[in-house]
């Protein structure tokens, strides 16, 4: 059972979107540095289509996505809960953050919008820097996946 501990309102981890972050605990990476290790337990609610519809009851006029974020205890879980998502607010986006190096097969990409895949690794950085080995995916009309991390890259320079 997918269990979250926390959620809210961001701006920059889906590039151009207003996102509902759910932040998911149990996460089975542990990658070391990781920012959200407060994740890795297994703690938190249940996280259900009751919980969803609960969370955008309160947010849905002020968001364009929502985003499960760290970890993947349970993939066909996530997968679940996007086809909910994708069937019952059909004007939101769906995003995923998986720590793993590949997608999993119980994914089917027609639910997401954006993928996230990649453990966290120190010295190689996180979305933001180029050396990064995680991947921001968007989801083609084909089901093919478009890497849009670069678009990350760009923040980091200063004007003026």
């Given at each position: 059972?997918?269990?979250?501990?926390?959620?809210?309102?961001?701006?920059?981890?889906?590039?151009?979107?207003?996102?509902?972050?759910?932040?998911?605990?149990n996460c089975p990476?542990?990658?070391?540095?990781?920012?959200?290790?407060?994740?890795?337990?297994?703690?938190?609610?249940?996280?259900?289509?009751?919980?969803?519809?609960?969370?955008?009851?309160?947010?849905?006029?002020?968001?364009?996505?929502?985003?499960?974020?760290?970890?993947?205890?349970?993939?066909?879980?996530?997968?679940?809960?996007?086809?909910?998502?994708?069937?019952?607010?059909?004007?939101?986006?769906?995003?995923?953050?998986?720590?793993?190096?590949?997608?999993?097969?119980?994914?089917?990409?027609s639910r997401f919008?954006?993928?996230?895949?990649?453990?966290?690794?120190?010295?190689?950085?996180?979305?933001?820097?180029?050396?990064?080995?995680?991947?921001?995916?968007?989801?083609?009309?084909?089901?093919?996946?478009?890497?849009?991390?670069?678009?990350?890259?760009?923040?980091?320079?200063?004007?003026?």
């Amino acid at each position: 059972m997918l269990k979250y501990v926390n959620a809210g309102i961001v701006f920059q981890e889906i590039p151009d979107e207003v996102t509902l972050s759910i932040n998911l605990s149990n996460c089975p990476c542990r990658c070391p540095g990781c920012h959200s290790s407060y994740l890795w337990g297994d703690v938190g609610k249940p996280l259900t289509p009751v919980a969803l519809d609960e969370f955008l009851a309160k947010y849905a006029s002020d968001i364009t996505c929502v985003c499960f974020m760290g970890g993947d205890s349970d993939p066909a879980a996530v997968n679940g809960l996007a086809g909910y998502l994708r069937q019952r607010y059909p004007q939101l986006k769906v995003a995923w953050y998986s720590g793993r190096t590949i997608l999993s097969p119980a994914i089917c990409r027609s639910r997401f919008d954006y993928i996230k895949i990649g453990p966290y690794i120190r010295h190689l950085g996180g979305l933001r820097q180029p050396t990064t080995n995680q991947r921001l995916y968007r989801i083609g009309t084909a089901d093919e996946l478009i890497d849009i991390t670069s678009r990350f890259w760009n923040r980091n320079r200063r004007i003026g």
